[in-house]
């Protein structure tokens, strides 16, 4: 589920296992980090009961020195109890009347059993969403075991209810550095089992998988990445011909794209304001630093609930759009003074610079939807003649010494991660993605992809949004033979050429 | 702040103070206590650092049987704890941010103190808002004695914070009926001391006065009352010829009601659903029963948001609005198989019964954002064939033998109140409609007012959004005389005539 | 047919029968006929084949010397053409299909006529809806005598189906101030025939009645007027106590003001604007004076379609109403010079003003949605060193000396009579509401209506909103009769109390 | 102005010049033709003043006979009548205003003359805002020879300008198909003159110098052509190795197709159901088959209106994108009964069927957005058991034996050329792309264009927008040095990977 926003543009360099030390350094890890802890804690804002197992359990032994089986017998699996598989259980019941999708494949590959033979290791965020996925996989007939991409992101009920079904997974909430790198050790070196798909997120599994296995390579058929950083990571490695598998971008698919952006931000644009702040929208003046995708859903949400909204743009073609979308096309300068939000969607930095805060009105929110936490020259406002004062979670109040107050929300990392939620439905898009595309490199005749990156073919794509439009109770036109001919299309799909825009 | 929804239209008998053991029956209180418990639970939601303070306090001891006393050596008070005043105070502070018309009020009545002599007591909500405008009346020269509306929705550091300047506050949160009663008691019974303004929320106070303290009338000039209970209690006063004293109606003025009701529920519809649910509105069939005011805000926000919303209506008129607005005009049951959220706001009962229910699809959620918890037909679903699971605060999944889910929200009480908050400028729109009243009220000259129930004049509902104007940095045009002719209005209004329809 | 933007709030005097040659001057009468004007070249512009057999018409004889028969042997009408009838009843039978309710009308009324005996006499536009209405009242009952309100606004063919079917219709397009109240004496004047209601479209026929045959009133049971002229008029009788008998204004039905403000200036500001000028909307900054029911259309509309809005009010709850709605509320001078189009919607006058004119940019389009001609001081610009250019019919540059030029549409007068057409559908909404207002009069018992101007009954409002319903397919809901008794309401509706703002 | 939607997707066969009398069978020239016959209409619709000049023309004479000299005494141009320079001079410093771009690039370019030495022959559609290209490239300091794509298109009055300036111009308005080539002949055969750049629009012209003169090609340095059929037609000569120079397709340049497409149908749409049928969108329903860009344009602003829209796709991509934008996703078959507005926009054919056509009910209206006349089976319906009637231009009453009514707007072809008009904003975005087009071509060193065709550089994309944001006063924000670095970009541009999707 590692969302695009959760890392960023950073050029990173390919971590290395040794220095563990380091760790923390390294902005990838930092930006999963706090995507971690924004999952758990916004899990928490919207009531979800899984939070409260979590922190009720009291029991602080390391599930390493505990000896856990589950019902069948089993004990190759590591999470923080197995007791709470029941409850972990019904969080999964729960997501997988949100991911449909998901389960019509499990429907539709029922008889075919597609991954029959596949072997795969997973490393992802370990939620009531990711299970879905996990026994998707299961049911079409591959064997997975699996680890958490991040240290505080894991469900301990929902990875009881995955290892008491037989799936062997290492993971818990609160791991150690050194308890993240056992896990995944565990998933992959085990005797007599050994992987021929990786599905990662960051790059973290296939990173260890290099450095300590790098035979496994041998048998694997595909990777499939979904987070930028990972991508950014295969890329890499492909352009220094160290890539020795085929790999599948799964990030920039159309489909996943538009959720995780336009669609996405358009609803957790609100959700974070009003959660943080109880803003009252209408009237508001909103500046919105970027019009892409994150900024084309943040505008056309504040803009419905009646907040004013302008806009900032370095590239003239989307400043053209926002000015026949009907948005003001500004200078930051020229209005902060007047704002009462200011937002930042560029994927660049010191887009809102100490000298923009210092011209801030008194009560001016400042917030970050873009791509990293550098949008915000937050680190400018660390000065000894400011006072920060925490009013509430993920809210400080930057106070001048004239009393005017500025309002930083999550300290200037993503607001839709620290302070909103993100709707199982986006999720069952992007699960669905990863599912595919395993299939699609699982099945591929050999030749069909080289030791390269890929993008999800369109066709796959369309499929993934095919299985969605259930949920809509939308009904697709079909295409008849004449028609197909006419416009020289196959009557299913791919329906667009590669370049179409959306 | 008693918003109009807390109550609804149910007929209510006036409640005898004797009666205090059949208290919990009246449908007036029990709308009131949800609502407090909302307003904490609301609070929490939104990180509040209040309901920290409030909740972390450890102590049982009741306060009335504390002896407290502030820093000016004053015992004429009682507080849940006299030392959170420093932190109450900030609170009142951040609320005073937002509520800039009443300091701008402050400001413009300094010299001439329109309240000098005026005597207040008061209940209402005791929150930070509330504090605002207590301190305003206190500016513009009022003595204030005041005491909770509600036995949840005092936050006890504002209350302390209010007994350290010196208003005599009798209010905590959790009270028992009879330390309610007691409260009011103690605020209205003091010696030397007897109120000539009453500024009420509900009538409980009024109603004490007229049962314990009837001759206070004689002094009295005028009550304020902002609830529809209340105002619903005054007018069988008024037609029974028992209303002695003037009496403002300020629940039904213009701006209030725009603020309450379309304007607010905009924004907390959305905030609702979201908290509670996590839901993606993109794509989402929504009815809305009801298109008034409540009504029409929802439908904006939610087909805003990319939702496919149609409505039901009983009056033709609205009807045909909301065809022309772009809503399909439907009855419930033609549609109820297909809905993913059933919302109503009609102010009546039975609206969507179980009939309904036992039709909805699986995962439908059902919310009531209506003036009462009559609308939607909860008690019906507490039988033996459907299972309740509380997924989450205010989230109930009620499950059918066959497995599907409906899910219930707030138990069918009003959604904004129980899930969502209410912006700090809707209290204040509320406030400075109250301050407004009471100036009028203790100010006009003799027989302006007669024993009866009056709206607030228009020129000073103009006024009350003239205050608020600055928010948005708006700028009105002024008549010029010859304009002012021609249109023949006075250059300082009312400029529209009562009937108007805004 | 004569909305209320056709006259706007002139201190008109009560027109003298005796100063036809002073006609000219009359405010309301010039209000009037520019609005025929505009209808017929409205109706050219949208291609309606009515204008042509119209224009096509080379016969200069005076329809009062020309002797004609219709097929029936009547030679009781005077009109063009009799020939014309068919192509006229084709027109009829066009409009009919957009105003099922008069149809509907008809059906239900079948049975029990319920204009059975009545005897009305008729002043309004003769237009193919006019036609529907006039066949409605005959289908329910009524003997009718026809003439037109204005003296350009006939389409000929319509008045010849008319006198074909056996309505006498006395009228025609072009007609001299004398043939206009000669048509009229032929109407009311007629051996054997008595007028028992009077249908009124801006007091002419009233006023001829009291002049010539004040006996008439005797019989007459009420009259019915729909123009903002008209009722001022009825309402100055009833003030100097010569009003004689019951009068209905049916200009202020809620549904009828709804639909001639807020949803038809919704589009036609698109329409007028469009067809005048050809202006791409997306991205032009628009000044909008009054945010009233017709700014509220119009501002509603252009940002829909990516116009950036800002207004003008001297209203604070309007303009409070503008800030939640997103608009920036501004005073003109301030930003007159970034404006791409200025639009008044006031009814004051001198909105735009001289220096406001002087300060425009180049390219600047300035026109008025509002009730009169008055709002843009475009006499200002008649001055020498200016340059007026027709560039199209309705648009007029007027060049600056230093070749600025600034684009005033349809100069000054109402952009939506001159340079839109209104849609047949709210046409339907007026003479639906004329039908029952008729009926309501006729059938009234004895002493419901006094010597007075009324309202049309909130039920009867409710009902003409109901008529229309089935075209937009829309079902309503009946309430049960519990909930009826819940909500203290008639099931059959009114649903509303009186001051309900809608 | 050969807008794409002139075209469609016909596999065209390459026109044969020799084939003058199949001319007609052609689709492309189909196309083009209803273009024009639509051009002019619209014109007169919005009370183009140059539409009357050209009609009051009683003038029967071929311009071929006629001889005729400008007031220079030159004699090299064929126009209608020479005389009219003056009026089309007066059309032409209209559309500059809104032409500020080209007027720009002649100021910036001023000094370099980016096109000294450059031949161009042109031939285009020939109104005021060709002319306002063809001086602008003139200004940059190329010769021009030019003729019209169209034998309707021309604006006689326009032409008449450009030939009094000294361009040579051969076109007018009503050519026969022989005048057509002989005009394009003069143009191109011209003694001591040829040509180094051809600017075309369709094909035509570079169709015949390959046919007549390919021995210009040898100094030819590029084509631009902007043409969805010359596009194609350049791509089939490239395929088939036959192009021997560079060609430069402005078509799918991003700006361009978002003004075509998405901002020009969101304001045409609403334009051409007005004009033709005078419809009330409130309220209507309306199914629009295809959301892509045409569909989203048409999407939006029918909801905005208060339409309630469906729609109907065959790619599950766009479909999603549809409900997450609210709106429901259909089978055609499913709704048509209940539609008031059925639009087409897919580039299929027969997407509405006669059997749609027998179900739809009374006063359904059709009609085509979309890129050819196909998509609607409107030969279906010229069958015996159906009347025609034609209401007005371009609307046909279609009448079922059971006196149902279907109206079929323009015949089926394109509503928004031919019931609306192009606002001269998105002829800029054309005209500007196509100056470009013609200065990179002509100053780009050996090398970088090979005999091919090209998309426009990325960079000149951007060049474009960026020269009609003044006419929006947007003020576009700068990188720092800082920041460029950081996100890897010239701080010029351009901005975007290729791929983006804007």
Redesign the interface.
Known sequence: MAHKHGHG?ERIQFANAEDKQEFSKYPTKAGRRSLSRSISQSST?????AASYTDSSDDETSPRDKAQVNSHGSTDFCVKNIKQAEFGRREIE?AE??MSALISLRKRAQGEKPLAGAKIVGCTHITAQTAVLIETLVALGAQCRWTACNIYSTQNEVAAALAETGVPVFAWKGESEDDFWWCIDRCVNNDGWQANMILDDGGDLTHWVYKKYPSVFKKVRGIVEESVTGVHRLYQLSKAGKLCVPAMNVNDS??K???DNL??C??SI??GL???T??????K?VVVCGYG?VGKGCCT?L??????VCI?????????????????????S?VIR?MDVVITCT?????VSREHLDRMK??CIVCNMGHSN?EIDVASLRSPELTWER?????DHIIWPDGK?VIVLAEGRLLNLSC???????LSITATTQALALIELYNAPEGRYKQDVYLLPKKM???V??L??P??????????D??AK???LNKN?P??P??Y??
């Open positions: 543009r804002d919207s009531y979800s009961s729960i009347q949100d159309v489909t794209q538009k959720f669609y996405c358009r609803e609100l959700d009003k959660r943080t109880d803003i009252m929208f209408g009237g003046q995708e949400a803009k419905a609930l009646g907040a004013i900032t743009e370095i590239d003239p073609i989307c400043a053209l759009q926002a000015c026949m979308d009907g948005f003001r096309v500004v200078k930051l020229e007047q994927g660049n930095k010191n887009v008194n009560g550098t009013v509430r979670s993920q809210v107050r909103s939620t993100v709707p199982t439905f986006v794509d369309e499929y949004a095919s969605h439009l949920n809509f109770d939308a009904h697709l036109t079909e295409l008849s004449e028609q006419y416009m020289g799909g329906f667009k590669n370049y825009r959306y």
